[in-house]
């Protein structure tokens, strides 16, 4: 397996903890895994044309973390605020 993709699975597994810690009453955890995905995919995209920065391994860590940061911040605008003790 490419160190590259180990590289972003746990650049992914970052950025979505990190947003449950930071925010945790928004969205949940499935959530904020699919929006750092999508983010990841996103920021290598832009990557590849040329915008991204320094590579490591074969993902661009820089533009990873911004990617990930901005659609964070989208879902997180757009998921409704969990209500804790209601059912």
């Known amino acids: 397996m490419s ?11 970052i950025g979505a903890q990190a947003t449950r810690v930071l925010v945790p009453r928004r969205g949940n955890y499935p959530l904020a895994v699919v929006c750092a995905a999508a983010g990841l995919l996103g920021a290598e995209l832009v990557a590849l044309g040329g915008h991204g920065g320094p590579a490591v391994g074969v993902v661009h860590p820089i533009a990873d973390a911004a ?4 659609v964070e911040a989208a879902g997180l605008v757009l998921a409704a605020p969990r209500r804790l003790g209601r059912r």
């Open 67 to 70: 990617g990930i940061a901005a």
């Open 3 to 13: 160190p590259g993709i180990l590289l972003a699975a746990l650049i992914v597994a």
